[in-house]
């Protein structure tokens, strides 16, 4: 029975979730201090901006709000973005597509170590490895250089490939905006974040997660910060997604047309604790699933990661030691450590 479970777990839990069982499977059941539970919820938001200050003279108050936001929340939603309605409800659509292909379709791209095969589908962070599972399948790929990796991408649903370059080069576009704004914000040159990503490396997570039969006892994605720089993500109307606050879980409530940005381990690091990655999760419910697609905007892996020597003087230390990106990712996905200890691990420690 066990490992029947097993089985049909590794090849995706919307497959369990439609045979209909009625109790979750032991291997998702959370220890009690990692469940959702109302006590541990703050109705706090997160902070919502509106991009087309991007542009005008109400810019520095814009900047401001983004200051703020990567100081005291690590999150924001953005509206008024640039990228089109059209281009992200096709990809919504397309990657709803693609979780609906027969399991044979889907298992073409399985890997079930997250280091290999750029090109993923899998179950949970490491199916293989993890103690307990997450209520959760996803697809991952790169999205550079583009005309490489296409290759590479799901060509099931048929309008996957073009709706998904079309959508990754348009969400680009805005990260780049964002990271010369944020380069603004630290008072240094424009181009400089961008500059210190190397070729930046842009990848794409869609996550699936199916109605669950017991929610609360399982987690749809474990709390973790990101290890990218700076992360950008659509939702579709279905809450889930909670961003740790003062020791409680704030809702990221679904805003139409918009998207949720965060700061990720790297930008907390090159901003010396300026801004902060903070931790976040899924949560999951019984009546409906949810689609959230993930852009991690990250370093070229050869990169060496450390506080801007412009941020760091005699009063302001630098408080972390250098790294290069590739080693950073591999210690992370070797094994996915709880919550922020990966970047506290390179914290250098006063003595
Ligand atoms: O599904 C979500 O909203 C969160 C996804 C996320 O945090 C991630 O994939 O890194
Ligand atoms: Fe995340």
Redesign the pocket.
């Known amino acids: 029975m066990e490992k029947e479970e097993g089985g049909i777990a590794i090849q995706g839990v919307k497959l369990l979730a439609e045979a209909g069982i009625s109790q979750l499977p032991p291997k998702f059941i959370r220890p009690p201090h990692e469940r959702n539970s109302i006590a541990q919820c703050s109705p706090h938001h997160i902070p919502l901006l509106d991009l087309t200050h991007l542009h005008g003279h109400n810019r520095h108050l814009l900047l401001e709000q983004l200051h703020t936001a990567c100081k005291q929340w690590g999150f924001f939603r953005v509206i008024n973005h640039g990228v089109s309605a059209r281009i992200c409800d096709r990809m919504m659509e397309v990657v709803n597509q693609f979780f609906d292909l027969p399991i044979e379709e889907k298992m073409v791209y399985y890997e079930g170590n997250i280091l290999k095969k750029g090109t993923r589908y899998g179950v949970s962070f490491n199916a293989e490895t993890d103690e307990v599972l997450e209520w959760r399948d996803s697809l991952r790929h790169f999205c550079c250089p583009l005309p490489e990796v296409v290759e590479t991408w799901p060509d099931k649903p048929a309008a996957y490939r073009e709706i998904a370059v079309e959508y990754a080069t348009s969400v680009r576009h805005l990260a780049e905006q964002l990271l010369a704004a944020l380069s603004e914000c630290l008072e240094l040159k424009a181009d400089r974040l961008l500059r210190s990503l190397g070729t930046f490396i842009q990848t794409l997570?869609m996550?699936y997660y199916p109605p669950c039969p017991n929610p609360e006892l399982a987690l749809g994605?474990t709390a973790h910060s990101?290890i990218s720089a700076l992360?950008v993500?659509l939702?579709d109307e279905t809450t889930?997604?909670q961003v740790s606050q003062d020791g409680l879980w704030v809702d990221v409530e679904p805003v139409p047309n918009s998207f949720i940005v965060n700061v990720g381990d790297v930008l907390q690091v090159l901003s010396n604790d300026t801004y902060q990655s903070v931790q976040?999760r899924?949560i999951t419910n019984s009546e409906k699933a949810r689609v959230?697609i993930?852009m991690y905007c990250a370093p070229s892996l050869d990169t060496q990661i450390f506080p801007f020597k412009e941020l760091v003087d005699n009063d302001h230390p630098p408080l972390f030691r250098g790294f290069t990106y590739a080693d950073y990712r591999t210690s992370f996905y070797s094994k996915r450590r709880e919550g922020k200890q990966p970047l506290e691990s390179m914290r250098i420690v006063a003595v």
């Open positions: 997570l996550n994605l990101d992360t993500l939702q889930g997604l976040h899924a959230s993930v």
